[in-house]
């Protein structure tokens, strides 16, 4: 049974950081592509990055680039997301999400978490 678990989010100042992680069971993380994405109140979800194998990384929105990186711990099944420099118009629920395959893809995704809310706020 594939399940995600989302995990990291909080309330955070303009200028902080957050490490998010994403927790996976039920396949094996080393052979599959686990993609982030984040939806804000009253948005369409947006892409946030892909991480897939052989280390291949792909950011989804430009404005992400240089301030948010995503890694992986094969060994503990787990995807990072690790968030710098936040903005207020980072705050968003941040989801990962697999369509079990191995190559990156943008969402939608065939299948996600529950998500963790990540607030930016001063």
């Known amino acids: 049974q594939v399940q995600l678990v989302e995990s990291g989010g909080g309330l955070v100042q303009p200028g902080g950081s957050l490490r998010l992680s994403c927790a996976a069971s039920?396949?094996?993380?080393?052979?599959?592509?686990i993609g982030w994405f984040r939806q804000a109140p009253g948005k369409q979800p947006e892409g946030v990055s892909c991480?897939?194998?052989?280390?291949?990384?792909?950011i989804y929105t430009e404005s992400l680039k240089g301030r948010f990186t995503i890694s992986s711990d094969n060994a503990k099944n787990t995807v990072y997301l690790q968030l710098n420099n936040l903005k207020p118009e980072d705050t968003a629920v941040y989801y990962c999400?697999?369509?079990?395959?191995?190559?990156?893809?943008?969402?939608?995704?065939?299948?996600w978490g529950q998500g963790t809310q990540v607030t930016v706020s001063s």
């Open positions: 999400g697999t369509d079990l395959i191995s190559t990156c893809s943008p969402p939608p995704y065939d299948y």
């Open positions: 039920g396949f094996i993380l080393d052979d599959l592509a």
């Open positions: 991480f897939g194998p052989g280390e291949h990384r792909a």
